[in-house]
Nanobody, 116 residues
Framework: QVQLVESGGGLVQPGGSLRLSCTTS????????LGWYRQRPGKQRELVAI??????YVADSVKGRFMLSRENGNNTVHLQMNSLKPEDTAVYYC???????????WGQGTQVTVST
């Protein structure tokens, strides 16, 4: 019954911006971690940005271009993506980890394509 719903993906030109959003439902315990992973074509899933234990971590590949934020209540997360590059093309997955039992949950993924 836990559900993570993502939105905001799409096609954008290099240098453009997109804002991804993820809303959670059905989680009865507090959410320890909330963030985003991505899987680029032919590559392994990788961490993009995550907020956990009061700290924000951003991958070096997107540092300075992407910004993570959480809504009040900490059950919604946004990923503001600026200065997008073709290598940012990937399926982006929302990820949540609840405090107890420590369980990961994943969204269905949303496609981001950066191309001319």
């Amino acid at each position: 019954q836990v559900q993570l719903v993502e939105s905001g993906g799409g096609l954008v030109q290099p240098g453009g911006s997109l804002r991804l959003s993820c809303t959670t439902s059905g989680i009865i315990t507090s959410i320890k971690s909330l963030g985003w992973y991505r899987q680029r074509p032919g590559k392994q899933r990788e961490l993009v940005a995550i907020h956990t234990d009061g700290n924000t971590y951003v991958a070096d590949s997107v540092k300075g271009r992407f910004m993570l934020s959480r809504e009040n209540g900490n059950n919604t997360v946004h990923l503001q993506m600026n200065s997008l590059k073709p290598e940012d093309t990937a399926v982006y997955y929302c990820n949540a980890i609840v405090n107890w039992p420590p369980t990961p949950y994943w969204g269905q993924g949303t496609q981001v394509t950066v191309s001319t």
